[in-house]
């Protein structure tokens, strides 16, 4: 089966000659293989005709065409179409009783089309995407008999009600004003405004402005109001986006208490919460924005091993070019460089709040990763080290030139991210080296011709540490690079983010939540303790294995290695792998 897909926002007729037409071999035969389209000027590429050369994608000067070959009995499998060459589902997550079930894979491969469809607010069109009118009760007989057709077919009957939290909850302030509580009694069918306000950590944000919220706040807001519908399903994409890892494992408890009487999918990209939340995981794979195949569900632990590999072996299908491996042993390195920047007895109050923190220095070609708690102070490290703002006591050296990336970004102009990366950074994005080990790898190659203020979360957040890491710099501070970035995005910019760092000798902090994302790059860490929005102290940086116990402790969360991929996993509280790590104090355990 053949699927040729436009990317719409990538094709610019009025910038090119027509040259995927005029290079076609069968519309040089005669054959109406592609035909222009009056109005828009872009192209309506047959299926039936194509005969797969691939010359047309070659030709096109903005990488706007898609053409590739599918399986033929995946045909049967469509899902819906949104247009003639325009993006296609495959196949369907399947929501169980009593179970979380999770959704693995990346962005612009359908997650949000099939939460749409399961929540009936997309009738499915089977691939007829020029049908007057499509019924669900057809999209329901097509299916095979099982769980899926049982429980679409009580959204047909109205017998399903669905909570869905979206993915991005900082969009919240745009569509909502006034304080908290106002949002939350409005949402509150269950009466338990004040038991889940408790639950997770809210209580005394309830009579704060929406705006007033940070991203952490903002997401727990979120949860709160998806608990709040009294509802059959819940979806949750998402659910762990600037959340610190104290706040992540409280929500895997909420979620696994919430899913003994209901069911639940989650779509989650930080594969250490992932594990421990989901019963059954669907990997979802394809092309960004071309199409999206959800693969029958599988135990948590053989799904996302079987993703790291990028292997599927029941379909025998690569999904990576490149299986995506853990560090076995217990150090990156032992032989430090120079110090690039060295701090000591920094003081700094803000309102209320107090962040002090002890003496510590980063080397060349030295990755730092910073973690804590939300509300201990990192941002404010990072920005006293930029320079932003001023500390009231103690020292920073001042000799290394500093590039920074914000926790937050935002864009207003409307600039081809071609154009803006040359206003930002010149041609240092373009040389060869730095293309293939951040530009592709980050896939921002594939974003030149889209405008920056129409770029996703994601999308943005790649072109941001783009940016960064393109700029002349001595040390890069980068402050939560993974917020928005799937899974397989998160590995790439790891390992991109320590490519640079080591083929340079140049050195970087890194703040992040994601403990798969900091294991990958980081050779040691600064560890922040304190009580969020009220004091921190940083102490560090520490050896990878010493930060990390230390971290963990305070957590009350111990890791161990996975067998066979030896990426770390979350040990089950009180478990024997639990129990026997903290008596011996080895919270990050680095063996299998």
């Given at each position: 089966?053949?699927?040729?897909?436009?990317?719409?926002?990538?094709?610019?007729?009025?910038?090119?000659?027509?040259?995927?037409?005029?290079?076609?071999?069968?519309?040089?035969?005669?054959?109406?293989?592609?035909?222009?389209?009056?109005?828009t000027?872009?192209?309506?590429?047959?299926?039936?005709l194509?005969?797969?050369?691939?010359?047309?994608?070659?030709?096109?000067?903005?990488?706007?065409?898609?053409?590739t070959?599918?399986?033929?009995?995946?045909?049967?499998?469509?899902?819906?179409?949104?247009?003639?060459?325009?993006?296609?589902?495959?196949?369907?997550p399947?929501?169980?009783?009593?179970?979380?079930?999770?959704?693995?894979?990346?962005?612009?491969?359908?997650?949000?089309?099939?939460?749409?469809?399961?929540?009936?607010?997309?009738?499915?069109?089977?691939?007829?995407?020029?049908?007057?009118?499509?019924?669900?009760?057809?999209a329901?007989?097509s299916?095979?008999?099982?769980?899926?057709?049982?429980?679409?077919?009580?959204?047909?009957?109205?017998e399903?009600?669905?909570?869905?939290?979206?993915?991005?909850?900082?969009?919240?302030?745009?569509?909502?004003?006034?304080?908290?509580?106002?949002?939350?009694?409005?949402?509150?069918?269950?009466?338990?405004?004040?038991?889940?306000?408790?639950?997770?950590?809210?209580?005394?944000?309830?009579?704060?402005?929406?705006?007033?919220?940070?991203?952490?706040?903002?997401?727990?807001?979120?949860?709160?109001?998806?608990?709040?519908?009294?509802?059959?399903?819940?979806?949750?994409?998402?659910?762990?986006?600037?959340?610190?890892?104290?706040?992540?494992?409280?929500i895997?408890?909420?979620?696994?208490?919430?899913?003994?009487?209901?069911?639940?999918?989650?779509?989650?990209?930080?594969?250490?919460?992932?594990?421990?939340?989901?019963?059954?995981?669907?990997?979802?794979?394809?092309?960004?924005?071309?199409?999206?195949?959800?693969?029958?569900?599988?135990?948590?632990?053989?799904?996302?091993?079987v993703?790291?590999?990028?292997?599927?072996?029941?379909?025998?299908?690569?999904?990576?070019?490149?299986?995506?491996?853990f560090?076995?042993?217990?150090?990156?390195?032992?032989?430090?460089?120079?110090?690039?920047?060295?701090?000591?007895?920094?003081?700094?109050?803000?309102?209320?709040?107090?962040l002090?923190?002890?003496?510590?220095?980063?080397?060349?070609?030295?990755?730092?990763?910073?973690?804590?708690?939300?509300?201990?102070?990192?941002?404010?490290?990072?920005?006293?080290?930029?320079?932003?703002?001023?500390?009231?006591?103690?020292?920073?050296?001042?000799?290394?030139?500093?590039?920074?990336?914000?926790?937050?970004?935002?864009?207003?102009?409307?600039?081809?991210?071609?154009?803006?990366?040359?206003?930002?950074?010149?041609?240092?994005?373009?040389?060869?080296?730095?293309?293939?080990?951040?530009?592709?790898?980050?896939?921002?190659?594939?974003?030149?011709?889209?405008?920056?203020?129409?770029?996703?979360?994601?999308?943005?957040?790649?072109?941001?540490?783009?940016?960064?890491?393109?700029?002349?710099?001595?040390?890069?501070?980068?402050?939560?690079?993974?917020?928005?970035?799937d899974?397989?995005?998160?590995?790439?910019?790891a390992?991109?983010?320590?490519?640079?760092?080591?083929?340079?000798?140049?050195?970087a902090?890194?703040?992040?939540?994601?403990?798969?994302?900091?294991?990958?790059?980081?050779?040691?860490?600064?560890?922040?303790?304190?009580?969020?929005?009220?004091?921190?102290?940083?102490?560090?940086?520490?050896?990878?294995?010493?930060g990390?116990?230390?971290?963990?402790?305070?957590?009350?969360?111990?890791?161990?290695?996975?067998?066979?991929?030896?990426?770390?996993?979350?040990?089950?509280?009180?478990s024997?792998?639990?129990?026997?790590?903290?008596?011996?104090?080895?919270?990050?355990?680095?063996?299998?």
């Amino acid at each position: 089966m053949r699927v040729a897909v436009l990317r719409e926002d990538s094709c610019q007729p009025k910038k090119c000659m027509d040259e995927c037409r005029e290079f076609c071999p069968p519309v040089r035969n005669g054959q109406e293989c592609i035909v222009m389209d009056a109005k828009t000027g872009k192209p309506h590429i047959s299926e039936a005709l194509c005969i797969g050369c691939g010359i047309c994608i070659n030709k096109c000067p903005h990488d706007a065409l898609i053409i590739t070959q599918l399986p033929s009995e995946l045909a049967s499998d469509m899902i819906h179409r949104y247009s003639m060459n325009g993006f296609r589902l495959f196949r369907l997550p399947s929501p169980s009783k009593e179970s979380v079930i999770g959704i693995l894979g990346p962005n612009g491969m359908g997650k949000s089309t099939a939460i749409n469809i399961l929540s009936g607010q997309l009738i499915p069109n089977l691939g007829d995407y020029d049908a007057d009118e499509v019924w669900l009760e057809d999209a329901i007989e097509s299916l095979p008999k099982g769980e899926l057709r049982d429980f679409l077919n009580l959204v047909l009957e109205g017998e399903i009600t669905i909570s869905v939290k979206p993915q991005y909850v900082d969009h919240l302030p745009r569509v909502a004003s006034g304080p908290v509580i106002d949002l939350l009694t409005k949402v509150d069918e269950t009466g338990t405004l004040a038991e889940n306000a408790e639950k997770l950590g809210i209580s005394h944000l309830l009579e704060r402005d929406i705006d007033q919220l940070s991203g952490g706040e903002l997401q727990r807001v979120a949860i709160c109001a998806t608990l709040l519908k009294d509802a059959d399903v819940y979806f949750f994409d998402e659910p762990s986006s600037y959340l610190d890892i104290h706040e992540r494992m409280r929500i895997v408890k909420i979620i696994h208490g919430l899913s003994q009487s209901k069911r639940v999918i989650v779509i989650e990209h930080d594969l250490a919460v992932l594990d421990v939340l989901a019963d059954l995981v669907h990997i979802v794979y394809g092309e960004k924005g071309a199409y999206g195949i959800f693969t029958p569900a599988r135990p948590t632990r053989t799904a996302i091993n079987v993703y790291l590999d990028g292997f599927l072996p029941e379909q025998n299908m690569r999904i990576r070019d490149k299986p995506i491996r853990f560090l076995s042993h217990t150090e990156r390195r032992s032989e430090k460089g120079i110090p690039i920047l060295e701090w000591g007895d920094i003081e700094k109050k803000l309102g209320e709040f107090s962040l002090t923190t002890g003496r510590g220095a980063v080397h060349q070609a030295e990755v730092v990763g910073v973690v804590g708690a939300n509300g201990t102070g990192k941002s404010t490290m990072f920005k006293m080290i930029a320079g932003e703002i001023e500390y009231d006591d103690g020292w920073i050296t001042a000799e290394a030139k500093i590039s920074y990336k914000p926790q937050h970004v935002s864009v207003e102009h409307d600039l081809p991210v071609q154009e803006w990366l040359d206003a930002e950074v010149g041609q240092a994005w373009r040389s060869g080296e730095f293309q293939v080990t951040v530009v592709r790898a980050m896939g921002v190659d594939k974003l030149l011709a889209k405008r920056a203020n129409k770029l996703s979360g994601g999308e943005l957040q790649a072109v941001s540490i783009v940016i960064c890491l393109a700029r002349d710099a001595d040390l890069y501070l980068l402050d939560e690079p993974s917020a928005h970035l799937d899974a397989n995005a998160r590995m790439e910019c790891a390992k991109a983010i320590r490519r640079t760092m080591e083929a340079n000798e140049k050195s970087a902090f890194v703040i992040d939540h994601d403990v798969y994302f900091i294991d990958i790059l980081a050779d040691s860490l600064l560890v922040f303790e304190g009580k969020g929005g009220i004091h921190g102290h940083a102490e560090g940086p520490f050896r990878l294995k010493e930060g990390m116990n230390r971290f963990l402790e305070t957590v009350g969360v111990t890791f161990r290695r996975d067998h066979d991929s030896s990426r770390p996993r979350i040990n089950k509280e009180k478990s024997r792998k639990d129990r026997e790590q903290r008596a011996s104090g080895d919270f990050y355990s680095f063996e299998r």
